[in-house]
């Protein structure tokens, strides 16, 4: 429950990288040795994760704030079971190492957010190169690979993290060289090779869109800090932005926001940096519609636009949102026009005319960052607004309330929403 119309202000920390902290984990598979990981954020889909391991045979420990230590010595199960995987599309992750080490792998087809058909074609036509043999059986895919995997050279006619992730991982165990070419460059992909180069593992070409991984036949393990989440930074100074206020957020250089912090720039935020902060201010004025088109990295983040319509919508002007990654990825909009947003909606692309304010409205969140919208729409809304499904959003924000909370937001939880599963 929200009531809008507060400037947010104030300091936050950022936190550790999901998209980082979930291929980080999965890669704990690689190893007997234990891995000792710093920064892990409190989230759902990283307790999922956790799940899925600990059911494979890892042992874990994990501290009230501390780091997260995995141990995949005692792994003696291959299958990534359909009731964990059906929650976080991002346990495929696992298919990848379990393959490398242990020579076969059964995970069920892939659920998650609603954000279309999401294939894994990619992923599998990867491994296939590596001399995997991969069926789908009864909703699994079924991964075998008797005599191990070995180097090859593999183009992706796509870019797709998880299924550079799921090649790098796997190459990283192969016998021979690997040459994974137009592979995707988020720093989520280069913060996954940072901890495998830390595990043992020999890759070139670290930020481009060519990764040449020299197999080995063992990893060790070792003790890895997490980058911090661009995505969430990126949230909270967008929903600073949307109220006309000013934050800081510690813990998170703007290297790692790039194109975020230029569109948030040209919407006529004042922004200063530091090596590890940055602030924003408004100084109270309204911001400017800026055009948003997505792009594998080092374009617009596909994990931002949702956000970014939100502040569109309070915004001077009127700006043009483009999808281009996924297919209903709109959908947080047609909520937004319920709180009187003026969107406009064709194919994959979002025209939106700024109001003054919107008004507080019952909406329904339907993935995670179209939560996370609805959040900032709430914000900026006159009234009280109700988000329903805010499950979602869990999956991918620490605390969010508390957070919000600490920058001046009028912001609860009720315990029925929390308890809608
Ligand atoms: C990851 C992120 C997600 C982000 C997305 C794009 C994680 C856990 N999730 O998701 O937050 O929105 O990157 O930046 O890191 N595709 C294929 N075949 C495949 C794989 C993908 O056609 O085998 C297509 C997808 O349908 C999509 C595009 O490639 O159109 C990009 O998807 P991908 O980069 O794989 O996204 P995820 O790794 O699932």
Redesign the pocket.
């Known amino acids: 429950m929200i009531r809008g119309g507060i400037p947010l202000c104030g300091t936050l920390t950022a936190a550790g990288s999901?998209?980082a902290a979930?291929?980080i984990l999965a890669a704990t598979l690689l190893t007997d040795a234990a891995c000792q990981l710093h920064r892990v954020p409190s989230l759902r889909?990283v307790s999922t994760m956790l799940m899925l391991l600990s059911s494979l045979g890892a042992r874990i420990q994990r501290g009230e704030q501390g780091p997260v230590t995995v141990v995949s010595e005692s792994v003696t199960q291959h299958r990534a079971p359909y009731d964990l995987v059906k929650t976080m599309?991002?346990s495929v992750?696992v298919l990848g190492p379990l393959l490398a080490r242990y020579g076969q792998a059964e995970v069920s087809f892939p659920g998650?957010c609603a954000i279309?058909?999401?294939?894994?074609?990619?992923?599998?036509r990867a491994l296939e190169a590596m001399g995997a043999h991969i069926e789908i059986q009864g909703g699994y895919l079924v991964a075998a690979a008797p005599n191990g995997l070995h180097g090859t050279e593999f183009e992706f006619d796509?870019?797709?993290?998880?299924?550079t992730?799921n090649a790098l991982m796997a190459a990283s165990l192969a016998q021979g060289s690997t040459v994974l070419k137009n592979v995707?460059r988020?720093p989520?992909v280069t913060d996954l090779v940072c901890f495998l180069m830390t595990m043992g593992a020999e890759i070139e070409g670290v930020g481009s869109d060519t990764l040449t991984i020299h197999g080995k036949s063992s990893l060790r393990g070792g003790t890895y800090a997490i980058m911090p989440d661009r995505?969430e930074v990126g949230t909270y100074l967008v929903a600073a932005a949307a109220t006309r206020g000013s934050v800081r957020i510690e813990g998170v250089s703007s290297s790692v926001l790039g194109v975020i912090i230029d569109k948030l720039r040209e919407a006529g935020a004042d922004i200063r940096e530091g090596d590890d902060w940055i602030e924003l201010d408004m100084k109270g004025g309204r911001p400017r519609a800026v055009d948003i088109v997505t792009a594998?990295?080092p374009g617009f983040?596909?994990?931002m636009q949702a956000q970014f319509t939100a502040m569109n919508a309070v915004a001077e002007g009127t700006a043009t949102v483009r999808e281009t990654?996924?297919e209903n990825r709109l959908m947080q909009a047609h909520e937004m026009k319920r709180m009187g947003a003026d969107i406009v909606i064709e194919g994959d692309t979002a025209q939106t005319t700024g109001l003054l304010a919107l008004q507080g409205a019952p909406v329904m969140a339907s993935d995670l960052r179209a939560s996370a919208s609805l959040v900032i729409a709430g914000l900026v809304a006159a009234g009280e607004s109700r988000i329903d499904r805010i499950y979602h959003i869990d999956r991918g924000y620490e605390d969010i309330e508390g957070k919000l909370q600490s920058l001046g937001a009028d912001i609860r939880r009720e315990n029925r929403s929390s308890m809608v599963q």
């Open positions: 999901k998209n979930l291929p889909d599309r991002a992750l998650g279309g058909s999401r294939p894994v074609d990619l992923h599998i796509t870019v797709t993290v998880g299924g992730e995707a988020e989520e995505i594998p990295y983040p596909t994990d990654i996924f």
